[in-house]
């Protein structure tokens, strides 16, 4: 069994820190920020109980506008979503993140069960 989960939301909110927790990967950058360019696709296998192993694929999207017209081509097939933002939510990001739920999620038959919200404390 496998899955594909996009995880998106505004500039420098963390998001491909968590993915390459969620993925047990270790990112060897200079620990200065640097923003996602378009995508970046983690593999690994998820161990869930009373069932075999599910093959994860994560896409790490950048949250910037700039690759807007690359969000259909990433939505696509998606099986669930995972939105990232800061935890001291402006309402600039929350317009933003309903925004990306209406394009990567609704508009791709996702349910609302199929999608997540995360508030990552940057500080």
């Known amino acids: 069994m496998s899955t594909k989960v996009v995880m998106i939301g505004p500039p420098h909110t963390g998001k491909s820190t968590i993915s390459?927790?969620?993925?047990?990967?270790?990112?060897?950058?200079?620990?200065?920020?640097?923003?996602?360019a378009g995508v970046r696709i983690l593999e690994f296998n998820c161990n869930v109980p009373n069932s075999p192993p599910v093959e994860v694929q994560l896409w790490?999207?950048?949250?910037?506008p700039q690759f807007e017209s690359?969000?259909?081509a990433i939505a696509r097939d998606a099986t669930a979503l995972?939105?990232?933002?800061?935890s001291a939510?402006?309402?600039?990001?929350v317009q933003f993140l309903e925004m990306l739920y209406l394009r990567f999620g609704a508009q791709h038959g996702?349910?609302?069960?199929?999608?997540?919200?995360?508030?990552?404390?940057?500080a």
Do not use: H, I, R
């Not at 790490?60 to 910037?64: A, L, P």
């Open 60 to 64: 790490d999207c950048g949250g910037s």
């Open 110 to 122: 996702l349910k609302e069960s199929q999608c997540a919200v995360f508030l990552n404390n940057m």
């Open 20 to 36: 390459n927790y969620l993925a047990d990967a270790t990112d060897a950058g200079s620990g200065e920020y640097q923003p996602t």
């Open 82 to 86: 995972v939105l990232v933002a800061s």
């Open 70 to 72: 690359c969000w259909p």
């Open 89 to 93: 939510l402006s309402p600039d990001e």
